[in-house]
């Protein structure tokens, strides 16, 4: 168990796809370019590639983890995370039941 004030330190904003394209030398990860509001775009990378239709998901909105620290993934830095479940046949991202401003903060 945390704390809730554990649970207020994460950051958990709505972002939009901007861009998807898969990450060369692997088959599970894309790297993605999300408007989180911001000045400039941030780059996900993330291993949903067997998961979603590109051209159907660039232009949704999901939700993602914004405050963690970046990560290198195959040589490219990873600037969030999307939330997404997986279960033993299939993965679920979270998104919004309606189109919300870039960057809103999940309360």
């Known amino acids: 168990m945390i704390t809730f004030d554990d649970f207020k330190k994460i950051e958990l904003k709505v972002g939009q796809i901007i861009s998807a394209a898969p990450v060369e030398g692997s088959e599970k990860l ?3 370019s999300v408007d989180f509001g911001e000045e400039t775009p941030r780059t996900v ?4 590639a067997a998961y979603v239709d590109i051209e159907s998901f660039v232009g949704t909105q999901k939700v993602f983890v914004t405050n963690l620290e970046p990560r290198a993934i195959m040589g490219i830095e990873s600037q969030a995370m999307i939330l997404a479940a997986k279960d033993d ?3 679920g991202l979270t998104t919004m039941d309606r189109p919300i401003k870039n960057g809103t903060s999940l309360s």
């Open 30 to 32: 894309l790297k993605l």
């Open 45 to 48: 990378v993330s291993g949903i």
């Open 89 to 91: 046949t299939t993965l």
